[in-house]
């Protein structure tokens, strides 16, 4: 490829799309009790899980930081133009910081060629994003129309989450434990979305998990009629079965081109829990 696609670990990569683009991760930092790791490469998923259930703690995280990004544009031979899509500004500072290591290494090169996207999203959106920009690389888009194509594709980016269990969001803090022990008995189900500015906002509660999963389908048709000539991106936390039937049930009702589905990575799954499902599609202009 005559363009590097640069990514951080907010961004869930299934192997066939990784495989096929070499697309190079910047690691975000989770720190538990025990020390500090950096996702992907000194604590993997698996170790990940195990973590949390041995600590019963979640990590915090933190983004990598203008050095990071720094080292990690450097590494790419000069002549190859870098396109770095960063998960949601609106989440984390790892877009800031990804221009801040973009100005350091153009101090010392200021010939190369960089640019960095806010894709107002994460996990699985960011997926279908990296896809896309992998498809208009072929067409032999050069890195400016690459960015400005990418810029105008991340206003169509819809992003969606059902979540199976609100016990992530009490431990992490992010909900009342009250509230969540009502919210438990009471079996309600989130209905979340990533907002236009990029965070994310709860858009329905739901009691029980089938009504939520048939409401989770069902308003995918609410954002686009034109599915032939799309795709569809999800991610799950920990429960691929589960995963599998909801995306067959997608399929079946809509008529998308391809598919990805891969496991949410320590970040998204921090957030979601236990058998959290995010799906990602571009709506109708």
Known sequence: MNIQLMTDSGADIPKRLQEALDIKIVPLYLHFSDGGYKSGVTLDLAGYHQKVKQLKELPRSAAPSPSDYYEAYKEIDPDTPI???????????????????????????????????????????????????GEKIKEGYDLLNLANHLTERVEQTTTLFVLKTLENLVLGGRLDKVKGTIAKTLNIKLLMRASDEGTIEVTEKVRGDKKSIRKFIDQIGEYTKDFEDKIISMTHCNDENRAKKVLSEIREKYAFKDAYLTDTGPLISTYGGEGALVISFFKDK
Do not use: D
Request: charged content about 20%.
């Open 83 to 133: 396109l770095m899509l960063s998960i949601s500004a609106g989440l984390s500072s790892t877009y800031e910081n990804a221009v801040t290591g973009k100005k350091m290494l153009l101090e010392e090169e200021p010939n190369r060629k960089i640019e960095i996207i806010n894709t107002k999203t994460a996990s699985c959106g960011m997926s279908l994003l990296l896809h896309e920009a």
